[in-house]
């Protein structure tokens, strides 16, 4: 198996070598029982602790079984959808290795790393620890960044024309928690909430949390079937 494996000697090494086990199994490529942990360290020339922390997050994402006394085997269904929500306390998709070879993960909804613009961060980082110095380290306002929200304000009315209080601009952590926060504001049990097919996992889960019923509507090329919405609105409150 070793010869189906690169690993650079850099970085998180468990995980370059998690994500390229993953992208075999997933292909179909790497079947049955794996090589056995101490054997494996010895072929690739890394330690047998790394080899069995990736073992261990393939084991945590749903790839593979361990069986005591025999070994490490695959499990992977190819059927089985994997969805980022059910694993947020992997590291894998906090510290997320991409390789070129392999399809994008939609599932980890996170960005090809090779294109994210580092020293633009690095920049913006250090400017704010310059300029803030330890209080970039405190809690901030619940309603976000105070400048921040400013400029998203002056922006919409410049570019956009939409005028907006600085007071009725919330920043959330991600569209996660924006979807939990606008249902728990604005909907109620049994409410009727209509969702285009397909549309994110997380924003069903969170109105099926709150009761709601939820209608699928079918996407079409241009958008979701504005016919099919319209028949939805007369039956439906």
Known sequence: MEKMIEIEKSGRIYLQLYSQLKGKIEKGKLKGKLTPVRKFAAELGISPSTVARAYDELERNGYVTKKEGSGVYVKFQKKKSIYLEDHMESEVFRYGYFNPEFEIDFASATPNETVLPMESLKRAINFV??????????????????????????????????????????IVSGAQQGIDMVSEAFLYPNDVVVVEDPTYRGAKDTFKKNGCKIIEISMQSDGFSVKEFEKILKRKK
Do not use: C, M, V
């Not at 300029?131 to 309603?143: G, K, M, T, V, W």
């Not at 919409?156 to 209080?165: F, G, H, S, T, V």
């Open 129 to 170: 620890l310059d300029r803030d110095r330890e209080s970039a380290f405190l809690y901030e306002d619940p309603q976000g960044y105070f400048y921040l929200r400013k400029t998203i304000s002056e922006r919409l009315k410049k570019e956009e024309n939409i005028n907006i209080d600085i007071k009725n601009i919330q």
